[in-house]
């Protein structure tokens, strides 16, 4: 099993469409157990959250986040964790919105001295 989330910054390796989390954008990650919980905010989020499970090397949560046009979007996603071979974590992620139409794919790795 890959490392502990707990304490670690990631960041999306590339921007998704507009209006939603991009490389401006920082997630705050807390593990206990097997319970995944983190706040993100940057670029077109103003305020978001995660929370759900982690079995092994895979992450399974929904999120919710309030973006800078003062709307609010909901979602599932299902994350693989990866060390990396310098040392540091990635998720390779798999989302689909809830609240509206669309799903797809992303990339987060831990930024370096976060």
């Known amino acids: 099993m890959a490392r502990s989330l ?3 910054v ?5 921007d998704q469409a507009p209006g939603q989390v991009g490389t401006r954008t920082r997630f ?3 593990q206990e157990d097997g319970r995944i919980w983190a706040e993100y ?8 959250h995660l929370v759900g499970t982690r079995e092994g090397d895979r992450i ?6 309030l ?3 003062a709307t609010t979007s909901s979602g599932h ?14 998720l390779d992620e798999t989302w689909e919105w809830e609240s509206q139409a669309g799903s797809g794919t992303s ?3 831990e930024v370096p001295g976060a």
């Open 67 to 69: 973006k800078t046009d």
């Open 41 to 48: 905010a940057g670029g077109d989020v103003v305020r978001g």
């Open 60 to 65: 399974d949560f929904r999120y919710v986040q």
């Open 28 to 30: 705050t990650y807390h």
């Open 6 to 8: 707990d304490g670690l």
């Open 77 to 90: 996603c299902v994350s693989l964790v990866v060390d990396l071979p310098d040392g540091r974590v990635r």
């Open 10 to 14: 990631l960041a999306p390796v590339a």
């Open 107 to 109: 990339v987060v790795e």
